[in-house]
């Protein structure tokens, strides 16, 4: 496999052509498991490159790795080791991520994963089940606030420092899987969440959405009033717009900016370090604290290891409608996400590193195509920034489910030049490639189904698979180039 370098916001391989990755999250939030809740077998890797994919964002839990203290479950990471193996075979690379939602999954209780139990200092708070939405306890939950509160001051677990056992854990990854041909990276925390001063963040939050929503110029409080009346939801959730994502936000990137500095960005860069005293190769990936998600304002400076600016690190960026995990998200609204989104352009800018979005999607049922126009929208918005992506996420059946309809489509996989623009046009199945390249070299494209080729760049079918697609390999010329692609019904 391709060994990938990052180039400024690009993501390269040795040949120099920038690179845009596909996929999945694959999860396992499950509880004491003794190998990895999906088989991934050959026939899953065969489907997954015919549909297209060529990344997995493998999301794990501290829980599962290390349920006993200091005893790692071998049984499970022997699970983990073939995929790692036959990813490599079929050419897929993998981030490995540790998953957290609400810290731990507290034997079942609250809605969340992550830690082991022997690393949930509670304080004597009790977990208790969800009454709307699993994210809440973020909010309203102590035993939760006070598990990242000792996790953060790297308190102590029998003499040793919370954060100090869980770089033990990274360590054995780096060890186990640092030279592994699929290895991507490292995504050492999913959406870290500041602990106790998040209730003080969520409050200021809340109170900048009611203020925008009752005095804000840009809100058609008529339009909302109407709404209510005729009991239409599509309409009333329509009416906060992305517009006003930053003025709610805004309120609270001071105290992002605190728990960054004093806790965010020295735990990513002491991850860091730990992962490269074993291996050089992976990136090391930056994700955004939960409040994030929602516009506010990441912080954190580019990861350092001794000192120095890490080479190879990337952002992955998550956004969902605010209607995520309710049975309102088929109204969700793209320009609210792309307001989201949008926000973490610039925080790719600042940081000077390429993108691949960790999350996005969210659909509880893949099965269900309702919302597919809103995530249309989103991978054109991925498009016009040359951002890969990771769709959340899989559900054990989804190569063979509707949702193939979104997520199987004609993209460039590696591109010599720069790229000036690519689309695929799904209304005119058409695809279109700009790019200018310095020399001669080659360009690869997945295409999804039987096409016809309308340039004038030589070309070849390098691979062909039984579900009609294909990964064609063309001739690029020194100078602009124009890929254009009609696809056959």
Request: charged share 25%; with cysteine.
């Amino acid at each position: 496999m391709d060994r990938i370098f990052a180039d400024g916001l690009k993501f390269v391989d040795g040949e120099g052509r920038t690179r845009l990755f596909n996929g999945f999250n694959i999860d396992d939030k499950l509880i004491d498991c003794e190998k990895f809740r999906y088989d991934l077998d050959e026939e899953f890797f065969k489907k997954y490159r015919e549909n297209g994919f060529d990344f997995i964002r493998l999301a794990v839990t501290w829980q599962n790795i290390e349920p006993e203290q200091g005893i790692f479950n071998e049984s499970y990471l022997r699970s983990i080791d073939g995929i790692f193996d036959r990813a490599g075979k079929y050419g897929v690379y993998i981030l490995i991520d540790m998953h957290q939602d609400l810290f731990s999954g507290f034997n079942g209780v609250g809605g969340g994963d992550g830690a082991p139990d022997w690393a949930c200092l509670t304080d004597g708070f009790k977990p208790k089940p969800y009454k709307f939405v699993w994210a809440e306890a973020y909010v309203f939950g102590k035993w939760v606030q006070r598990c990242f509160d000792h996790f953060w001051n790297n308190d102590p677990v029998e003499g040793r420092g919370l954060q100090d056992r869980y770089a033990d854990v990274w360590r054995m990854l780096a060890e186990r899987y640092g030279n592994k041909p699929a290895l991507f990276g490292f995504d050492f925390m999913n959406e870290p969440a500041p602990g106790t001063p998040g209730r003080k963040m969520a409050a200021r939050f809340a109170l900048g959405a009611a203020k925008c929503i009752a005095f804000g110029k840009e809100i058609k409080r008529r339009d909302i009033i109407g709404a209510l009346i005729k009991r239409d939801m599509k309409k009333l959730l329509d009416s906060v717009p992305g517009s006003i994502v930053r003025e709610i936000a805004c309120r609270v990137d001071k105290l992002e900016e605190q728990f960054d500095s004093a806790y965010y960005s020295p735990f990513l860069n002491k991850m860091a370090k730990t992962v490269r005293n074993v291996t050089p190769n992976g990136f090391l990936m930056i994700e955004q604290p939960f409040l994030c998600n929602g516009g506010v304002r990441l912080s954190v400076p580019p990861v350092t290891v001794n000192g120095k600016r890490e080479l190879l690190q990337c952002f992955g960026p998550h956004a969902y409608d605010m209607t995520v995990d309710t049975p309102l998200y088929k109204y969700a609204n793209a320009g609210r996400v792309k307001a989201f989104f949008t926000e973490m352009r610039n925080s790719q800018l600042r940081l000077n590193v390429p993108v691949v979005v960790g999350e996005w999607g969210g659909c509880s049922d893949n099965k269900d195509t309702s919302w597919f126009p809103h995530a249309e929208e989103l991978l054109e918005f991925f498009d016009d920034m040359q951002w890969g992506q990771s769709y959340w996420d899989y559900h054990g059946d989804d190569l063979d489910s509707p949702l193939m309809g979104l997520l199987r489509r004609t993209h460039p996989v590696a591109v010599d030049g720069i790229i000036d623009g690519y689309r695929h046009d799904r209304r005119n199945n058409t695809f279109t490639l700009k790019y200018h390249s310095l020399n001669e070299g080659t360009t690869t494209v997945f295409i999804h189904k039987p096409f016809e080729f309308l340039s004038e760049n030589e070309y070849e079918i390098t691979e062909q698979y039984t579900n009609g697609a294909s990964l064609v390999s063309i001739k690029s010329r020194a100078g602009a180039n124009t890929v254009e692609i009609r696809l056959k019904q």
